[in-house]
């Protein structure tokens, strides 16, 4: 009997934009600028996954260590469901600008990144209604990651961890980037520019999204 699922937040009510793209494309630095201009809540996949490593008593720690020392994605389950109940939390508890009633927006940075992360999260905790993809070159994102890496404390943040998680990226995250472009979901945005300049149009895509004035 196949199991009828609807997913556990109402996408009527609550508006999820995927912010996609490679490692140091910018994905983080933007989502929070964004975050305070439009009420919205940033969730990092890759942030709950790191917190939940470093959680006592979690059983997925070593597995998560592992998959991000290597570059490779943890098993969906444990990150879709990091993301649901952060989501459930938040609504839960904040109020406000879009907040009330069971309504929510928020950021999903760095997730899906890859199709079966898309398909679950989409069909069981909400369908998405945007996908940010920031591009630029491996190069620029090589040289953030390096800087990035002098004060991150990351253990990923090393040559050796960064051309395993590009290699991960081409592979399992641009099928996803395929998939949502194909609804027509994706907007794209050359990130190799400053962070102000990057802003400008990102904020301009959110607004229009979003049909609020820019901010
Ligand atoms: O997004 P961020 O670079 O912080 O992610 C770090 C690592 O966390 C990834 O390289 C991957 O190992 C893991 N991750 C994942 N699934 C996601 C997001 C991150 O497995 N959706
Ligand atoms: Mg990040």
């Not at 444990?78 to 309504?103: F, P, Y």
């Not at 390096?146 to 991150?152: F, H, P, W, Y």
Request: hydrophobic content about 35%.
């Amino acid at each position: 009997m196949p199991a009828d699922i609807s997913p556990v937040f109402d996408s009527e009510k609550v508006t999820v934009i995927y912010v996609l793209g490679g490692p140091g494309a910018g994905k983080g630095t933007q989502c929070s600028k964004l975050v305070g201009a439009y009420s919205f809540c940033h969730l990092s996949a890759g942030d709950l996954l790191r917190e939940e490593q470093n959680r006592e008593g979690s059983q997925y720690g070593e597995l998560i260590r592992t998959c991000i020392r290597e570059g490779t994605i943890v098993p969906m389950e444990v990150t879709v469901k990091l993301l649901e109940n952060a989501m459930s939390a938040e609504i839960e508890a904040r109020t406000g600008d879009g907040w009330s009633n069971g309504r929510g927006r928020f950021l999903i940075d760095g997730f899906p990144r890859k199709m079966d992360q898309a398909l679950k999260f989409d069909e069981e905790v909400c369908l998405a209604s945007m996908v940010i993809f920031f591009t630029t070159t491996e190069e620029v994102m090589l040289h953030r990651l390096l800087e990035r890496g002098k004060t991150s404390g990351r253990e990923d943040d090393n040559v050796e961890s960064i051309r395993k998680r590009f290699r991960t990226y081409e592979e399992q995250t641009m099928p996803v980037i395929r998939h949502y472009s194909s609804h027509g979901k994706v907007v794209e945005i050359d990130s190799t520019a400053s962070v102000e300049q990057v802003y400008r149009e990102a904020s301009a895509a959110v607004s229009k999204f979003l049909r609020v004035p820019l901010a």
